[in-house]
């Protein structure tokens, strides 16, 4: 009964994400390892946005072509040369407007295509929340995750006494007359 409730809870609450937050103004290192691969192609990206691109970073170089313009000339890769796997990216004088979700994803040596656009899943997740800024949106994201959250576990609570008042009930209960 106990793993039914955790499995359910699980599968009910909304995917987490790795929460970063800092003040209009700061600069702000929102962390990514790729791991011993070596390295070909590195790519942030935000969802929410049109292009979604935050940086693309491919043979020692930042290709600015696919980039955001919001992000020109304010976000560099910790260390260009993809050593080590450390793919963090760095995003100076951040705004409220820079508040959201960010993917990073890497293409390998093995990798066979030369696109601009990296097919794979990310290797992290970023939510980036700016504090002390006037952004509605920033608030009401963070309340959707709680009520999402809060919900999941209402639902998850009336499926498990659904379940034990099932279990438990008495023969005679379920007798039609």
Known sequence: MVYLF???LARLSPASSDV????????????CQAGEASIRAVEWSRPDLEPEYVVFHRDGL???????PSFKDRVQLVD?????GDVSLILKNVSSNDAGTYECRVATEGSRRKRAIIKTEPIRIIQLEVSGSNSGDVEEGNY?????SVA?????C???????????RRPWESLVI
Request: cysteine-free; glycine content about 6%; hydrophobic content about 45%.
């Open 6 to 8: 955790v499995f359910l």
């Open 152 to 156: 999941g576990f209402v639902v998850v």
């Open 80 to 84: 260009r040369e993809l050593k080590d």
């Open 144 to 148: 959707r995750h709680y009520y999402g």
């Open 20 to 31: 970063v937050q800092v003040k209009p103004g700061d600069d702000v290192i929102l962390p």
């Open 62 to 68: 930042s290709d600015p072509t696919h980039q955001h």
């Open 158 to 168: 009336v499926v498990v006494v659904i379940i034990v008042v099932w279990k438990y």
